[in-house]
Each structure stands twice: as C-alpha cells, then as structure tokens.
C-alpha cells in the first residue's frame, strides 16, 4: 500500500454557483475526507481559488487533480506536498475571564504567535495563527482551562512552484 | 451575464427583437440546427411547451410516455446521428426521471442537451411544488448544468450548452430554467459559443509523442489495438482503417467501440472484456506493445488490473487527460483528439507484416468457434438459443442494420455476434448497463436515421421497464423492429446466481404478460415464436416489414453467456464454459 500524504490542492475556477458542489463531488466519489477547505479570491480578477487539504496516497491525488481540473469551470487544479507551499491556518479560543490573569495562560502565549483579541467580564477571545502543529499544540495547552469555544480556519497557502493560470486563460483566449 | 442584460442591449440594433425567454429556447435551438427534441411536459415547462406549439412547423416534439423514455430515444438520436439529443422535462419529477438517462449519458459520452423548468425564482429553496435541486441532484453526472434565472441569460446559456455538449469528449449538459425566466422578456440575437475560457474542450497535439508512440509501433513484435468509441466519436473511422492496414495490426474493440471497423475486416479480431472473444483476452497477455484508441479501460475490459498487459508496454491515445493512466499505467500516451492523431501517426509508422501474430489470433478463434460460437449459431439443443437469432438477423439485414440492445445476457449476444458494416450501428448502454434503454433509444435511432432498419434487441425483464414506450411508437409510427428474447429469467443475474451463488435464484425467475397481445393493443403486428423451424420466417416477415414489428423469441431458459472472465479474473483467465 502506498503510505498516505498530506497534499494541498489549489483549484483555480469561475467565479459560479455550484462549483464547490461539483469539487466537493469528486472528492466524495472517491471517499476522500476534505480535511480542510478555504474559498477566496485569487490573484486575478473574476477568478476564485479553493485550497483542500486532504491526506492520501499521490497517485490517487493526481488522479483526483486531472478530474477536478476536466470540470468546465476549472481554470486549473493542482496539488502540492508540505515543502512545495507556505501555509498558515488561524485560530480563535473563547475562555472564561477567571483565567485571564493566570500566569500559566500567559506563559502559554508567549511562545507562540498568539495574542487576545477581545476581552469582556465573562470571557476573552485568544487568536494563534501558524502551521498546523502550532495550533494543535496552543490547543492542548489551553483546553485544560476550559475552551467555551474553539474553531480553526482551513488553511490557505501560497506554492513555491507557479500556478500558470493566466497563461491557460491566454491560450485559450 | 452581465454583458447580456437586458440594460445593455436596450440600445435596440437591427438583429435584436423583444421576445419571451420560452420562445428565445425554441429560436436558440433552432438556431443550432436542432427541430427534433423528446420530452413531457408539466407546469414548469409549460411556457417554452407553449412556443413548441407556435413553432410546431419548423420544430418537432416528440411526447414520450416517461421522461427516462425520452431522455434514452434522444440518447439513440444522438449515437446514430453524432447530433446532440435535445430533451425537455418539467421541474421535480419530471427533472429526477432524468436522471438515469443523464448518468448514462455522462459515462458513455453521449452529447445531450436537457432543458429542465424550474420554479418560479423567487420560489428557490422554498420548498415549492414540484420543486427539486436538479442542479445539484445532477451535478455528479452532467458534463456541465446550470440554472437559469433571468431571461436574458438564455441564450448564452444554450450557445454554451451546446458547445460544451458536443465539444471534446462529449456529454450530457442540463440547463434549468425558472418558470419567471420562461415568461420573462429579453433583446433576442443569438451568437454560437465558440470557446469557454476555462475549458480546453481538445488538448494540443504533441507531435514528439507521436513520434514516440510510432518508434515503439514500428519496433513491436507483438503489437495488438484495442479501440473504443472514441474512434467513432472523432469521427476517425476512416484514418483508424489506414492505421491498421499500413501497420498490419491485429486490433479489438470495446463494447461501445465495436461498429467503426466492419465486423468482417481481416484486421479485426474481435472484442475484448468480460464476455468478448477468446482471442483477443488471452492474447492481451501476450503481447509486446497494446495500443489503446479512445478507450478508457473499464473494469469490465480489463479484469484483474494486477494481472493485466503486465508483460506489454502501452500506448494509450485518449482526448481526455483523466483518463490517462487511471486505470493501467501508460508508457507513451497522446493526448489529443484521436482523428489528429492517427493522421499523423501515419508519416511516422512503417508497413508492417505481423503474420504469425496473427495466426496466434485464429488459433485462439478457431477454439472458440469449437467450443461457444457453434453452439449458439448452429445448435442441437432443442431449446432457441440467442445466438441464433442474431444470427439470423445478419443473414436477413445483411449487417447493415443498426443494433439497439438493452442490458444483460442478449445485449451481450447481440454484442458478440451482429454483424456491423457500418459505423454508428451498436447501439447500447455500456458503461451504466441501464436496463430499459433499448426500446425508447431504438425509438431515437430510427428517427435519427430514417432510412436504416433499427433492431432492438431486448430481455424480457428490461422490455418491462420501458414497454410504455409502445403508446409513443403508436403515436409516432416509429418503424422499429422489436426483438424479444424471452428466458423467463433476469438472465444475466440468474447466471451468476448459477455460477458463483450455487443456483439460488433469488428473485430472478420473471412471468411475463402476454407481449404479442400488448405489442397490438398498441396496433403493432406481433409474432411469437418458440419453434426452431419458424424463426428463419419470422426474422424475414419481420424485416419485410415497413412499419414497426415484434417478435418475441422463446428462449432456452437457462442458457449461459461464454466466454466469461470472472469478476477479478485475469482476462487471459478467460472461461469458455
Ligand atoms: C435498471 C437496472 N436494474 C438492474 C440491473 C441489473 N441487471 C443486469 S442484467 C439483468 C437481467 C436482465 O434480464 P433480461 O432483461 O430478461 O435480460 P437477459 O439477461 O435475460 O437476457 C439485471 C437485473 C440493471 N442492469 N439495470
Ligand atoms: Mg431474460
């Protein structure tokens, strides 16, 4: 068997309704868990840009990229490895203000790209930003003080490599 | 869109006039070329039903008795005439009776354009009568689909529907119109689509690929094609013919591809997959260099993939760049629209001479004539076998008939023994095997070629799943030939119920109506024959016939489909008993 990976897939597409249904269907036909997905404008105008990020082996990603990338509103999709792209995912804790002074969670802080963001009575909002790892490890240490809530964002990333989709729109215009 | 709206275009130019969005689809169609379309109408569609009707002297509608009827006769439209087939539905049940047709379509690359209506657009989501998510429903099996909801989209829309349906690797396209859109008005002109700037409908040819794939060819001891309706698709019959006459190749085809090259040609070995030729699956495995043209290697061609052309190096010729080493791993593939690429190929390639190869080929035929092929189109059993009746069938059509089949044992008779000579013949449900297909698909292909006998060859399961089409036969005077071959069984299910569930016949044994009463309850002349000595007669008075005919065969009723490649079997494991 061949050893799964983590790969961010960047899928360049038509700015459309339905779109993220028909991505999110080859991903289901194949019984892939997206584990994390991010929608958002792209460098060019018009032009959106869906960042996945889904553990598997390659040869079954590079299939998956070539049928994303047939959809006829698919500009362009690929995937990348771990050390073909700078990443970054966000964070946000909501805890209870009886911790605010304690000195261990401001220890916690200070190692990390972390900072609060929001502070009333009852509660204040820590945001962490960083690689995955970083916010699994901010998560482990601040879940013993009780999180009211935690979400992460899905992560966006840049390639190292290019992503010639103005290109492909020049060639075929 | 925006360029479209109605804001822009107020400025009124010669070319464009105020008219309802209904009657702007019946102008875009007509404007494509198209006056044939299949369809049932409902309350969503009512209006563009409506201009259907103005329009009834340069646009033809045909009414189904079911919307699956209708999406497959336009299905067989489009395989005989390589047009897009043009269908029309209402909203909700009508849009979900689509359905199948529609992943048929998507997997065997049929062109199709269907228009669906839709509630009203200030209704969306809401839950409204006869309201369904169509778009999303049919997303994981359309080429493209899109809702419309403004008027003035309409006919941007159909231009690119269109394009997309027929362009590159063709397929289905849906395009689902809010009743609001119907009645709606807009500045009507109409301009083809020419291009989508996201989509690369054929890829470019690269010429060092060719060349590749030419050394390899011209280096091959033991080279072997296996086509498929790619071939046909392009429209590279003819260049596909050159290739192998200059090379000398011994080729085999797929079930769809089966018809681009005449069944007689000398090249012509047969068709591989689960119940094709003897030759052409054992000799899979023995060959040097396997060609692939416009095929995708199904499951069902291939087998066990571990154990398939392992020995062999590929050569795989595919518009589609996904379907480039999905299945088998490729060593040369050409990415490219197939009839480009065997025309090319042919300055690369050398005459060649692959006699012995071929005679491994007649070898291997002459045990399957022995052992299968005798037995079906000679029999000594007492009972009818399916065989026969193809058989019979070649000698009165001569081959030249276009062959509808449905899904299960006879599809697979019909497959292994009609006789093509002409291209766009074998018409079919391969990759869905929808049961149900062949009678309104024949419906189509006769429509779509008028001039040709169409014979439909059907199972006495599948024949119930859409005899309703009779009443559109009827109404139409669609002169199609219907072939019941009747086992009393879900045949192809109770065989592996025989083989690989120790005969337990779970729901398989099928009682049927009387079919030659219900073939004239819908004025059709029906004959019923059981009788060895009668089925010659029969086959003749039935192709003599200029207007539609059944006859229903009684069959042996527990005759097997051989040869057979076990699921997850390596084809060169091929059973002839
Ligand atoms: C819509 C649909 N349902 C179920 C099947 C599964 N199936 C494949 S072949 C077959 C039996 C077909 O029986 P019949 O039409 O009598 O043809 P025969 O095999 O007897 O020639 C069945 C049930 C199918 N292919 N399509
Ligand atoms: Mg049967």
């Known amino acids: 068997m061949e050893e799964n990976k983590n790969f961010t897939v960047s899928v360049y597409t038509e700015n459309n309704i339905g779109i993220l249904n028909r991505l999110s269907a080859i991903f289901l036909k194949r019984h892939i868990n997206i584990e994390s997905m991010t929608v958002s404008k ?132 | ?63 189904t008795r079911h919307e699956q009827g209708a999406i497959h006769a336009a299905q067989g439209f489009a395989r005989v005439t390589g047009k897009v087939g043009m269908v029309f539905a209402t909203s909700g049940p009508g849009a979900t009776n689509l359905v199948t047709g529609i992943a048929d ?48 989209e309409i006919p941007e829309i159909i231009a690119k529907a269109f394009y997309i349906a027929k362009s590159g690797r063709p397929g289905p396209v849906l395009i689902d119109i809010t009743k609001d859109a119907q009645f709606g008005e807009l500045d009507y002109s109409y301009k083809k689509c020419e291009k989508v700037r996201s989509y690369k409908a054929v890829p470019k040819l690269n010429i060092e690929k060719v060349k590749e794939a030419a050394e390899l060819i011209n280096s091959a001891k033991k080279p072997f094609i296996v086509w498929g309706q790619g071939v046909i698709l392009g429209g590279a019959e003819q260049e596909f013919k050159k290739f192998i006459e200059k090379t000398n190749i011994p080729s085999a085809c797929t079930g769809l591809g089966l018809s681009a090259l005449e069944t007689a040609h000398p090249l012509h070995v047969g068709m591989v997959g689960m119940h094709g030729n003897y030759a052409p699956n054992v000799l899979t495995n023995s060959c040097d260099v396997l060609i692939a043209i416009g095929m995708r290697f199904d499951d069902r061609v291939t087998g066990n993939l571990a154990t398939y052309a392992k020995q062999a190096k590929v050569i795989h010729f595919e518009i589609d760049p996904a379907e480039v080493d999905k299945n088998v791993k490729t060593d040369i593939a050409v990415i490219a629209d197939v009839k480009e690429t065997l025309t090319k190929i042919m300055q690369f390639v050398d005459k060649g001479e692959h006699k012995e190869w071929m005679t ?18 000679n029999p000594t059993k007492q009972g009818l076998t399916m065989g026969e009746v193809l058989g019979g069938i070649n000698k009165e059509t001569n081959g030249d008939a276009i062959i509808v089949s449905d899904v299960g044992q006879h599809q697979m008779f019909a497959w292994r023994y009609a006789n093509f000579v002409k291209t766009r013949s074998n018409v079919t449900s391969g990759g869905l095997g929808t049961m149900g297909f062949a009678l309104p698909a024949a419906i189509g292909a006769k429509m779509g070629a008028p001039d040709r006998e169409v014979v439909a060859i059907i199972g006495d399961g599948g024949y119930q799943m859409t005899c309703n089409e009779l009443g559109t036969i009827l109404q139409t005077k669609a002169a199609v030939k219907i072939v019941v071959l009747n086992n009393s069984y879900l045949g192809m299910v109770r065989q592996w119920q025989e083989l690989f569930f120790d005969k337990r016949y779970a729901s398989t044994e099928m009682v049927s109506p009387n079919f030659v009463k219900l073939a004239e309850a819908y004025d059709i002349e029906a004959v019923k024959v059981s009788k060895r000595e009668d089925l010659a007669g029969a086959i003749k008075t039935m192709m003599a016939s200029k207007e539609a005919y059944f006859l229903e065969v009684v069959i042996e009723q527990e005759d097997n489909i051989f040869p057979m490649i076990p699921t997850g079997a390596s084809v060169s494991d091929i059973r002839l008993s």
């Open chain 2, 360 to 377: 491994a080929f007649d070898k291997l035929y002459q045990i399957e004539v022995n052992e299968v092929i005798n037995d079906q189109l």
């Open chain 2, 105 to 152: 379509a998507q997997i065997d690359s049929t062109p199709l354009v269907c228009i669906t209506g839709q509630v009203g657009s200030h209704l969306l989501g809401s839950d409204a009568f006869q309201e369904t998510d169509i778009i999303g429903i049919s997303t994981p099996v359309t080429k493209w689909n899109y809702q419309v909801t403004k008027a003035s």
């Open chain 2, 1 to 63: 869109m925006e360029t479209l709206n109605t804001k822009v275009n107020e400025v009124k130019t010669s070319k464009t006039v105020k008219i309802t969005g209904a009657e702007a689809v019946i102008k875009c169609l007509l404007a494509e070329g198209v006056d044939l379309a299949y369809g049932y109408p409902g309350g969503a569609i009512m209006p563009v039903y409506d201009e259907i009707y103005k329009y009834q002297d340069q646009f033809h509608h045909v009414l």
């Open chain 1, 42 to 173: 792209s460098e060019i105008e018009h032009v959106h840009r869906f960042t996945f990020v889904v553990i598997v082996p390659e040869t079954l990603i590079r299939k998956v990229v070539l049928q994303l990338e047939k959809q006829i509103e698919v500009i362009g999709a690929y995937y990348h490895t771990e050390d073909e792209i700078i990443y970054h995912e966000t964070a946000l804790f909501k805890i209870s203000s009886e911790h605010l002074y304690d000195d261990k969670i401001q220890d916690k802080m200070k190692f990390r790209r972390a900072h609060i963001i929001s502070i009333t009575e009852r509660w204040f909002v820590i945001e962490a930003s960083g690689l995955k790892e970083d916010i699994d490890n901010m998560y482990e240490k601040l879940k013993p003080f009780g999180l009211l809530q935690f979400v992460r964002s899905g992560r966006i990333a840049i390639t190292k490599p290019k992503m010639a989709i103005s290109e492909i729109l020049a060639e075929i215009n």
